[in-house]
Structures are given as C-alpha cells and as structure tokens.
Nanobody, 117 residues
Framework: QVQLVESGGGLVQAGGSLTLSCTASTVPNGVYAMGWYRQFPEKQRELVATITSVYETNYADSVSGRFTVSTDAAKRTVTLQMNSLKPEDTAVYFC???????????WGQGTQVTVSS
C-alpha cells in the first residue's frame, strides 16, 4: 500500500513563492506518475502538474511557466516549486501517485495553500 506524506504549503502574499514536497512510502513497478492536484471549494479536483518515473512532465495551462515539478534520484519524492503565486492559486493541494498501467490513484492528505492579495 502506497502512503504519501506531504509537506509545505501555508500562507504567502501574491507574487511570492512556496514549495510543496511529497514522499511515497513505496513506489510501484513499472512507469508511474507523481504530482499535484488542487481542489477549490465546491469544485472537482484538478491537475496542477505531474512527472512520470521517466521524467515526462505535464502542467495545467494556468500554472505553466510559474510552477515547476521535479523528482529526486530515487523517484520517491516529488516537489512542486510555485513562483509568482496568485490569489486564484489558493486551494487545497493533494499529492498523487498513479501507476500508468492501472486506474489506481493514491492520494496524500492535502495541504492548504493560501495566497493573499
């Protein structure tokens, strides 16, 4: 069973930066994706950025050029560097791990990011 432990998040002023990190207790065999989704109040969870175990990245248009997703050499930790934050980035951010060979999704507990104007 994969467990994801998140860190980071918090309160920052518009234009500032925050870093989110997420470490998996174990990773699956084969290719998998790790990354971040976010959820606004009363909205569906949406993709922010992901990186696969073969280093392919994917970004939401709304964060492209401002956020950077990366992974460590062991490919068990994913980091989201968020720059030029905007109030509309305020949301709960969830770490996700998904083996590309299945529809199984593993989720972290979520961390609040608040950007003040």
């Amino acid at each position: 069973q994969v467990q994801l432990v998140e860190s980071g998040g918090g309160l920052v002023q518009a234009g500032g930066s925050l870093t989110l990190s997420c470490t998996a207790s174990t990773v699956p065999n084969g290719v998998y994706a790790m990354g971040w989704y976010r959820q606004f109040p009363e909205k569906q969870r949406e993709l922010v950025a992901t990186i696969t175990s073969v280093y392919e990245t994917n970004y939401a248009d709304s964060v492209s050029g401002r956020f950077t997703v990366s992974t460590d050499a062991a490919k068990r930790t994913v980091t989201l560097q968020m720059n030029s934050l905007k109030p509309e980035d305020t949301a709960v951010y969830f770490c996700n791990l998904r083996p590309l060979s299945s529809n199984t999704n593993y989720w972290g507990q979520g961390t609040q990011v608040t950007v003040s104007s």
